[in-house]
């Protein structure tokens, strides 16, 4: 008997603020559940972490939207470049994923990226300077977004002056909340975006730098390693991703421990709890939320349910990282859980190839945070804290207060 999908309520604010308590009873329900998800979209939602970490590893399962069914899932991309728009190595799978990974992955290993410490560091001390004065800020739009930011424009070589228009364009693609993305604005944002990076990959052929994206060029003209599309595609892809969840990560983990005064405690006392704080973070509130879409290529069956072929099956690392079979007391927020192999960079050969730069950028943003914001806390109430509806989870803004200083 087909199950009647339930409807996650994403216009409800207190479901926004805090998902869990509708997720645990999903899980509860039963470990593979049909939903109705933002947007309006139907998938099949894998609620418990065993299935999960096996799904995320099937060959049945794709990640490329060619094999869904629901034809909403292509026509929420920009109408004009559809084509481009998936030929990046997030929506493609081997032998193309492959080959599109193995072009950066030397640039994301985790040696190359111990060597960017002394700059990330560089940025998130210089962003502080400029708040530390003051007492108070959104530790968002002041520390969490542009540290990312800045970051991997400068990995990418992308200008300091181009970095607002890109964030722009990239939140109108990306960060699409509850009800359906209003084609009129995607597509603007897609021709600009396609635009300037038609003009800043051009720029990088008649002067090559050194940066990743000089090299991307140079596998395309030079060793014809990709096409004009795949070159695109994965330039939006590496500005996109390089810092739209390591912002909620390093927001939702700063308001984490302001919500558990006792964690931020030991944190301060104990600063070399702060890698596995930032792997707790990710599995406690982590940024992708509830989780990772596949296509079913055939039909599946998973943990006893029959999937049919073309359905979108959405592994709930969110939920999944709750699960009390695999994390004791997993509502519970304890930096220095063990074990803590949680699913919120994914599994398989799609795990997030960011994942180093992303630990990186928060362990020293939250610990620079704490050593230079005395008395940090919260300036509202917890419950006036405002979340981002669907797909990537964060606090859209972070207002606190602390101890004014002065910038060192």
Known sequence: MSQQPVLLPYTDPAFVADPFPVYRQLRVDGPVRRVVIAGGLEAWLVTRYEDGLAALSDPRLSSDVADASDPRLVERLPATDRG???????????????????????????RSVAGLRPRVQEIADRLLDEIVPDGRADLVGSFALPLPVTVISELLGVPVTDRGDFQRWTDDLVLQGAEPPDPARTDEAWRHMHGYLTGLLGAKRARPGHDLLSALVAARDEERRLDEDELIAMAFLLLAAGYITTVNLIGSGIAALLAHPDQLRRLREDPALLPGAIEEFLRFDGPVNPGIARFAREDVTIAGVDIPRGATVLVASAIADRDPDHFPEPDRLDISRQDNAHLAFGHGIHYCLGAPLARLEGQIAIGTALRRLPGLALAVPPGELRWRPGGLRGPERLPVTFTAGAPV
């Open 84 to 110: 481009s728009v998936l030929r990046n190595m997030l929506r493609t799978d081997p032998p193309d994923h492959t080959r599109l990974r193995r072009l950066v992955s030397r640039a994301f290993t985790a």
